[in-house]
């Protein structure tokens, strides 16, 4: 049972326009939610968090969405550039502070 | 500022050999985790030590044990390594629950089993 689901494997955008990346989960234990990035041949790096008792977070480029009612967020990135280039992994969170992550999605900027 | 660190970097086996996969960080972390990476497959949790001294399973235990050394240290051992093994191994570690807990990850261990 997937308890965290990014369903795009894969995404494509143009340097400059919004890169959306989305993130589904059934867990309603879950209360905090956070997006990493990840390079070939390197670790995941964490990029953003968000906690449940919020909706929105922002840092720089990148604006984390949660919609607690959908069981939803979304990560977006504006405006993308080349070295955003990577996979992205969503990742949730709760008392328990096992973080159990998305299959992730690849996440093209093309110049 | 070393993080996590992970050693060894690449590893191959020949199916039925063991090793230990090892991890240390440096961050006074309580919690340490072991995850494995494979295509389609996203992150999944091998094993975690919540603090010094505990180790519970993952999603992914079969095959795999732990030991939880110190609280620097969590390490991963391969009883009699199977082709299914083969996979990227990465070792995180957070702090304490009760607030956004985000973990730090190592570089990894490519491991091939042939």
């Known amino acids: 049972d997937q308890q965290v689901k990014q369903n795009s494997p894969s995404l494509s955008v143009q340097e400059g326009r919004i890169s959306i990346l989305n993130c589904d989960y059934t867990?309603?234990?879950?209360?905090?939610f956070l997006w990493y990035k990840k390079y070939p041949a390197e670790g995941p790096t964490f990029l953003i968090s968000?906690?449940?008792?919020?909706d929105k977070n922002e840092d720089g480029r990148f604006t984390v969405f949660l919609n607690k009612s959908a069981k939803h967020l979304s990560l977006h990135i504006v405006p993308s550039q080349p070295g955003d280039s990577a996979v992205y992994f969503c990742?949730?969170?709760?008392?328990?502070?096992?973080?159990?992550f998305g299959k992730g999605t690849l996440l093209t900027v093309n110049p | 500022n070393a993080g996590v660190t992970q050693t060894p970097k690449f590893q191959v086996l020949k199916t039925g050999q063991s090793m230990t996969l090892q991890c240390a960080q440096d961050?006074?972390?309580?919690?340490m985790y072991w995850y494995r990476q494979d295509p389609g497959m996203g992150l999944r949790l091998i094993y975690y030590s919540a603090s010094e001294g505990t180790t519970d399973k993952g999603e992914v235990p079969n095959g795999y044990n732990v030991s939880r050394l110190n609280k620097r240290e969590f390490s991963l051992r391969l009883e009699s390594a199977a082709p299914s093994q083969t996979s990227v191994y990465f070792c995180?570690?957070?702090?304490?629950?009760?607030?956004?807990?985000?973990?730090?990850f190592g570089q990894g261990t490519r491991l091939t089993v042939v």
């Open positions: 995180a570690s957070n702090s304490l629950p009760g607030r956004i807990a985000e973990a730090f």
């Open positions: 867990n309603s234990m879950f209360d905090y």
């Open positions: 968000i906690s449940s008792i919020k």
């Open positions: 990742a949730a969170g709760g008392s328990n502070y096992k973080l159990t």
């Open positions: 961050m006074n972390h309580n919690s």
